[in-house]
């Protein structure tokens, strides 16, 4: 998760929604991204809610099926808006947490 989040943020650093939005590589770069963070909250399971229950940990697992199965209903708002609102907050838990249990990081 971590390292699939923090990627999304390298990627987009800089950015506003119009050059995300024009730049495919970026786009398709990030979607996965968020695809494979998606897979590893199922795979984290219920323990998700449990540690960080200020996140939408459904909609974080439903996210990975949008972007595979749904790609053409996509909205590039949508994702845009999870990379600059849900990401750096959920990034920044994922981090701390890791800062007071370091031997969690393979988890994360």
């Not at 845009?80 to 007071?100: C, K």
Request: hydrophobic letters at 40%; proline letters at 4%.
């Amino acid at each position: 998760m971590v390292e699939n989040g923090q990627a999304v943020l390298d990627y987009t650093r800089g950015m506003d929604f119009s050059a995300y939005q024009s730049n495919q590589l970026v786009k398709g770069a990030s979607e996965r991204c968020l695809s494979r963070l998606s897979e590893a909250a199922v795979k984290l399971g219920p323990s998700a809610e449990e540690l960080f229950p200020d996140h939408n940990w459904r909609g974080i697992r439903n996210l990975g099926n949008i972007l595979r199965h749904e790609y053409s209903n996509v909205l590039d708002v949508a994702v845009w808006a999870i990379v600059t609102i849900n990401l750096p907050a959920l990034m920044a838990d994922l981090d701390s947490f890791l800062g007071r249990y370091p031997d969690e990081q393979e988890t994360l």
